[in-house]
Structures are given as C-alpha cells and as structure tokens.
C-alpha cells in the first residue's frame, strides 16, 4: 500500500472523524448479476461470483487500493485516479478472460470519480454486529455509482476530473496501455440527485470496452447541444422566436452563468501551447497574470498560493500541469469565482491567444475571449486585449478597465524571453529558492535592463535576507524606470523607497498601499509589520494583520506567526500561544518565539521545550536572533549563570557572522552588565560607543536609524550607572529628526531624561518622559519613570509604573527595539518590579506589602538571594520589614 492508503490504518479511534481528504473512489458491479443466478442456479452462480471476487481483490491489492464495501461489486478507495484506471483496466480484460475460460460470460460495469472524502472507524461492537470496519463518505461516492449505473456493460467511466489527472499520468499504466488504451470523451450528462451536469469520459482497450457514448435511461440523460434535439423542440423554438418576435428574444436571455463581484478571485491556469514555440511557455501566463493584476476588480490567486494547494491536494507542483480539473479544483478549494486558461495557437499563419474563463463549479467554458497577429512579438499586445476583454466580461466597467489598464510592454517587458527568466524567478521564490531568485532575476535584467519588476523581486529577496544596502540598491535602481511599473508597484516600490529614507513618513504610503489594494497581501502584511517595527502600534498592526489571514494568502501562516508576536505584546497570552502554535503546526521552525509565550506565563518547562525545537532558517544573522529568546528566558526564571553562557555563545557565533552581529550582543551584554556589574562598565560602553560611531562613517546610510538607537540607548546605560561625561558627549553628538523610528525618537528622549535625572532634576526627567506613554512608547520608557517617580518621592506613581512592568512581560519579550537589543534588559527588569515594589512598600511604611512583594520576587527568582548585586537590595528589605 502507499503510504496514503497506509494512513487508513491510523485512522481517528472509533466513531471520530479525519478531516476531508482527496481520493479516488470505484464502484463496479456486476452487469445482469440476477439473469447470472436465474441461468446457472445458486451454487454454480456462487462459484463464478467467488472466482470475480477473487480476481478483483488481488487486482486491488496489486495497484495498491483499499476495499470497502461488497455487494454484487465493490466500493473500493484509491490514492490517485491513475491507480483506478488501472484497476479497472486490468479488471475489465481479467473478466474476459475469466469468461473466455470458464464459457460463462461475466460482465461488470465501472464508474470512478475523485473528490474530498471522509473517513472514519466503526467501533469494535458495531463491527461485531456486521458494521464495516472502514467507512467513507462523501458525495464523490453518489457520483462515483451514478457512473457505473450509466456504464455500458464492459465499460469503465470516469467523471473529466478524474480521468484529466489519469490520462496525463498514462506511462504509468505500462507499455501496453500506450497501443491499447483509448480516453473518449461522451459529452455532459446530467445525474439525478446530483446538483450540476458531469463531463464523462471513457477509458478503455479497443478489444474489451464498448467504446460507445452510453445510453441517457431513468437516472442520466446526456445534454444535448439544441441542434441536436428532437425536430419538433426545434420547430416549437423557431415559432415561439417567429412569434413573440426580438422583443422576446432578449426577455429569454439566460442571465450570466457566473457571478462575479468586486475582488472576488480567479486562478489563472498553466497556458496550453499549440505553436511548439517554448518561448510561450512560463512567459505567456505570467504576463496575463500581471496585466490581469493591475485591476483593482479582479484578484489573481498568487502563484504560491496555487502550489501550496496542489501539494494540499497531494500533487507534485513541479509536476502537475493546472489544467481545466486540476484548475477547477484549486479554485473551489480557495474559494476562487473562476479558472482562467490560456491558450496560444498558430491559426493560418497567425498566433492567437485565448483565455477560457471556466466555472469551477461545473467546469464549463462561460465565456471565451481571444485576439491574434503576426509573430511573437504580437503575443503581448494580444494579452492586453485578451486581458481587458476578460474584465469587461467579468462585470468591471470599462472605464475602469481603460483607466487601469498600460501595455504588458511598458509596465513589464517587451521582451518575452526577459520576462519568461522573470516567471522562473518567481517559481523560484514561491518554493523558497533565493539563489535561483537572483539567478534568473538577473538574467532577465541582462536581457532588459529596464525591467523595473525583475529589480523589485531582487529588493524583495534582499529585505528577506536582512541586506539593506543591497536592498537599496535595487530599489534605487528600480526607482529609475517607474514607469515600467504598475502603479500598484509603484506604490509598492515608493512606501519601500520611504521606509529606507524617511520611515515615520512610509507609514502613509504603507497604509495608502492596504487601504488602495486591501487583497494586495504583500502590502498589507508590511503595513502591519512596519506599524509595529517603525511605529510601535500595536493595535494597528493588529488590525491589518488579521486582514492578511484570507485563505489566499499564501504566507498566511507567516502572518499568524506575527499576530502570536502582535498578542504577546498586548499581554493577550492565549491568543498570542493560539497563533505561534497554530503557525508552528503549519511549518514554523522558528519556535523559540513559541517559547517566549510560554516563559510569559511562567511555564519554563514548556519554554525549554520549544526552545530546543528551534531549527535554523539558513540566514545566519536572522538565525543568531535565537539567542535572544534563549538569554532572555533564562534570565526570566532567575539562572543569570545560564544566561551570561547563552550570551558568550552567541558573541562567539558573531564573530563569523560579521560586525553587525557583534555589535548587537555586546550591547545585550552591557546593558545586562549595567545591572550585575555597574561599577566596571564605564571603559567598555566608551569602547562601544567608539565602535558604533566609527560604523556610522563607514556603513551605508539606510543602517543609520539603527546606529542612532544603539548610541542612545548607551548613552541612557551609561546616564544611569553615572557615567554622564561619555553621555553628554553621545547625547550631544546625536542628531535625531522626527523622520526615524518611533523607537528611536523615544530612546533619545529617554537618555535625555536620565541626564536630567543624575543632575537632580527628576521632575524634568518627569516631564520629558511622561509624553512618550502613548501606547507607541518603548518599555523602558516606564523604567525611567520608575526610577524619575521614586527619586522624586511620588512612591504612588512609582508603585505605577513597577506594577506596569510586571502586567506587560509580554511587551518585555515582543517589542523590536534594532536587534532585539533591549529584550533581556526589558524582561529582567520585568522581574525586578517585584522587588522594587517591595522597595517602595517600604519607603510608604506598609510592611506586610513588603512582605508579600519580596516573596513574590523570591518565587520568580529563588536563587535572587544568591546574586551578589541584590544582596544589599534584599538586605535592606529585611532588615526593615
């Protein structure tokens, strides 16, 4: 058995149901079972039957299928179609033989149709009372025996879906199958008790099958073409036209077959080629796909999305051509309003595109549209009209469709071997391949160096790789021929232009980006990760976040990983835990961020767990951030031992990886170091700051944001340990505009404060820091107020503030400060609140509070009492309460 057909025997326990899954289902029956009885008798019939029901089982086992149910024939379940067809093939000769040797002749009659099923397991007491082991339901079963009903004694029908997927795996069925076997199309039959008509088709050997279109009878009839009709309907339709004249005529107009709203879906299918050119191949499609996309009516289902579904649907992506069935059924399962299929062809010496706009539903053509010319280089202008031709006839308004509509030409490529390189990079990034991605994007550029798309997909591949002066680059180089883009790309390309340049001012452009093209996922989905990145906004990101999680979508899982982070940082722990697990379940190997959520509720052993799942992404920067979580929990239950070793590994690791990387863990080290060690930090941070400013002078500017926030977050660590002079000097040199991060602006103004502070000015301190609690503020923005409130003995408003750090750990944990830099800081001083707060109970004379806050301290860390820098903290609370 295949490893599918295997997983029956996992199936849930007894009485509980597995998801939906596709499979093949056989009905096949013996033809005039009752006459075979009446003219041999019972015994002699029973003989014959047990012999066919030998023979059929030994053919299912060899082509690796699974019975289901007997009567006078079988149900039986397969993997694939293709396995089906084979069955019977082999089933149909084996009865001919069978007869030929016992001079009895036995007929059976076979229908077969795939679909979604749903398996489940009788329990062991209804089994014993004659209940299947194994049921399956679905409505693929109904169609599958409407089919064999409809047979032909000695026929094999299959429903177009099936035999589609079947006959393109024909070599499977062996060397004689390619002389032998014949695929027949019968037309549409309509079934009783089933919703929509049926293509049915005919797989059989010339000498065994029928090979005749089957007879319409009681539970089937074949829809005829009206030509085809009796003449007495003819005659009846000619008088009734005759009669009620052209007024009529238009009152009997059937109403369109395929209702199409604003932003519903289409799937656009791999284009048929008939001219033997392969130069249509991969370049044809694409381009239809990118004219097609510049209509703010229609949404194309991205190409990813097509490939997660066929391997949903077990089939292999690099393998299976999105065809009329396959296309049907990928569009049906994503909620698509239609399947479009190109077709180019040579037709008197001209190259004629088609597109086919198909129902899923009933996989028939509802509207076809084509336009030629002369040569390949008339195939894109004959796409622009294909393309517009399609959006009229799907309902979008014309002017719409003349205004949002520019040449293939002009916003893509003139060139088709330009942009067939283009299409292959786009497969490229849809399976995750970022080498072939710049292999074949770059030869693209190499054919147009004006492909401003082709520049896009390297910026995108460089942001994913966290290279930003490589990023740069293209977008600037993209940025040179605009008008080779579409305005949704433009829009796109100029929000990414902001966010390098000007990134509090990219958030108009993002949010211009979503609200303009809301199906637009790769726009929404940096709306809400710049809202949180560049803004600090929780809520919104949120909010465009869950708009990113449509069934469409193909990196929705990406965006329920984000929203785990998003609801973390809210303090919504079960949603936060409901979202990283559900992305970890589809394929998130990044689980250290599952890890923190659970840290969050002090849950370490579940934290542990999921740190140790952790798998590398293979972009090693992105891949070192790991240590962050890692440090940070550990310094959560308290074992700062463990987390100054996870510390030293990651500086090792750095090392390898480049400055960057070991500039970020030697600032986690020092602001770490600010809080166990504070007395010799003084040289190091100076040392730092050195780093950091000479890095300014020599990285590319789009770093520079990023360095701002380094040097301001020194200079608050060194304000607060004393060290004011290498503050001042950072401070002072700082130039921070409202142009930057939001976390930035923020950091600046904190060290200002902690200036004001160590000068004595705390109700300065107050003022400076009391603006930036917005919702928008950073975490340690709360810290300084502690800090500003208890040195200027307002210990109500301080007691505030700790207990505002010990209600938002999971902002601790989720808020993206250049790095992660501030996370461990963040967490410990989360914990520290506590003793804090015990601190202050103190100084407002409430003992017992003392009491119960030092023990909460205690129970977080229980070996705080070990850790030489508190010792006097904890000293002095005792020794008081």
Avoid at 209 to 234: D, E, M, N, V
Avoid at 322 to 329: F, K, L, P, S, T
Avoid at 479 to 500: G, I, S, V
Wanted: net charge neutral.
């Amino acid at each position: 058995m295949t490893a599918e057909i295997r997983q029956l025997e996992t199936t849930p326990g007894p009485g509980r149901m597995a998801a939906p899954q596709l499979r093949t289902l056989v009905v096949c029956d013996i033809a005039d079972s009752t006459a075979l009885v009446e003219r041999m008798g019972d015994q002699n019939a029973a003989k014959v039957i047990r012999k066919h029901d030998r023979l059929a089982r030994a053919l299912v086992e060899q082509h690796k299928g699974r019975e289901i149910d007997k009567t006078d024939g079988f149900l039986l379940l397969f993997d694939r179609p293709v396995q089906a067809a084979a069955f019977a093939l082999d089933y149909q000769r084996g009865l001919k033989h069978m007869s030929a040797a016992d001079g009895v002749v036995v007929r059976a009659r076979v229908g077969i149709h795939m679909g979604d099923v749903v398996i489940w397991e009788n329990a062991p007491e209804d089994v014993a009372r004659g209940a299947k082991p194994i049921e399956v339901e679905g409505l693929v079963k109904p169609v599958a025996a409407r089919l064999a009903q409809l047979a032909r004694p000695q026929q094999i029908l299959m429903s177009s879906a099936a035999a589609g997927i079947a006959h393109r795996a024909e070599g499977e069925l062996g060397v004689h199958a390619a002389e032998h076997v014949r695929w027949k199309d019968h037309g549409r039959y309509r079934f009783k008790g089933l919703p929509e008509p049926l293509d049915v088709v005919e797989v059989g050997e010339d000498d065994v099958a029928p090979l005749h279109a089957p007879k319409s009878g009681r539970t089937a009839k074949k829809i005829l073409p009206w030509w085809r009709r009796p003449l007495t309907l003819a005659a009846e339709a000619a008088m009734l036209l005759v009669g009620l004249g052209v007024g009529a005529w238009f009152l009997l107009q059937s109403p369109p077959t395929l209702a199409f709203g604003v932003r519903d879906w289409v799937v656009v299918g791999d284009l048929h080629n008939l001219t033997g050119d392969k130069l249509f191949d991969q370049s044809v499609d694409s381009a239809l796909r990118i004219s097609l996309e510049q209509s703010q009516y229609v949404n194309v289902l991205p190409e990813l999305s097509v490939q997660q579904t066929l391997q949903r649907m077990e089939l292999n992506p690099d393998k299976t051509q999105v065809n009329r069935a396959i296309g049907a059924q990928v569009a049906l399962r994503e909620g698509a309003r239609a399947l479009v299929l190109p077709t180019v062809a040579d037709v008197g010496g001209r190259v004629r595109v088609t597109a086919e706009v198909i129902d899923p539903n009933t996989q028939a053509t509802v509207y076809s549209v084509s336009a030629d010319g002369v040569g390949a280089q008339s195939v894109l202008p004959s796409l622009d009209s294909v393309s517009k031709q399609l959006r009229g006839k799907l309902g979008e308004a014309l002017a719409m469709v003349s205004k949002q509509s520019q040449p293939l030409a002009q916003v893509a490529t003139p060139d088709l071997n330009a942009l067939k390189a283009y299409s292959l990079g786009e497969k490229a990034y849809a399976t995750g391949d970022m080498k072939d991605v710049i292999a074949y994007q770059t030869q693209a550029l190499e054919i147009d160096p004006s492909f401003a798309l082709a520049r896009v997909a390297l910026m995108r591949v460089y942001v994913s790789e966290g290279d930003n002066a490589k990023a740069s680059l293209e977008m600037k180089l993209a940025l040179q021929h605009l008008d080779r883009l579409t305005p949704r790309e433009k829009l796109y390309l100029t929000a990414w232009k902001e966010t390098f340049e000007d990134p509090t001012a990219s958030m108009a452009k993002w949010k211009m980006l979503a609200t303009v093209y809301p199906d637009f996922f790769a726009g929404v989905g940096s709306y809400s990760f710049f809202s949180w990145r560049i803004a600090n906004d929780y809520p919104q990101a949120i909010s465009a976040a869950k708009a990113t999680l449509a069934p469409q979508n193909p990196n929705q899982t990406i965006s329920r990983f984000f929203l785990g982070n998003l609801y973390l940082g809210e303090e919504k722990y079960d949603e936060s835990l409901k979202s990283y697990t559900e992305a970890v379940k589809d394929g998130i190997i990044r689980t250290e961020y599952l890890a923190a959520a659970y840290a969050v509720k002090r849950e370490f052993a579940k934290a542990d767990y999921w740190l140790r799942q952790s798998k590398p992404s293979g972009i090693a920067a992105g891949d070192l951030d790991t240590y962050v979580n890692q440090i940070a929990i550990r310094i959560d239950e308290g074992k700062w031992d463990d987390a100054y070793s996870a510390l030293s590994d990651a500086e090792h690791q750095a090392v390898d990886i480049g400055s960057r990387s070991i500039t970020q863990f030697a600032l986690v080290h020092l602001s770490l170091r600010s809080l166990t060690s504070p007395d010799r930090l003084e040289p190091e941070l100076a040392s730092y700051v050195a780093s950091v400013k000479a890095a300014i002078r020599t990285e590319p500017s789009v770093n520079m944001d990023d360095n701002r926030f380094r040097l301001a977050f020194a200079a608050y660590l060194a304000a607060r340990n004393g060290d004011v002079s290498l503050a001042k000097s950072v401070i002072g040199g700082l130039t921070i505009d409202d142009n930057g991060l939001v976390a930035t602006r923020n950091m600046y103004k904190i060290a200002r404060a902690e200036l004001a502070l160590v000068d004595g000015d705390a109700a300065q301190a107050i003022r400076v820091l009391r603006p930036l609690a917005d919702g928008t503020e950073l975490f340690v923005t709360h810290v300084a107020l502690l800090d500003a409130y208890r040195a200027s003995k307002d210990y109500a408003a301080a007691t505030s503030e700790a207990e505002w750090l010990i209600a938002h750990r999971g902002r601790a944990y989720s808020e993206y400060s250049v790095q992660w830099i501030t996370t461990a800081f963040n967490v410990a001083e989360s914990d520290l609140a506590s003793l804090n707060l015990a601190e202050l109970s103190i100084q407002a004379g409430d003992k017992d509070q003392a009491k119960k806050e030092l023990a909460e301290f205690y129970k977080n860390w229980p070996n705080a009492g070990n850790l030489p820098w508190l010792a006097s903290r904890i000293h002095a609370v005792n020794g008081r309460k």
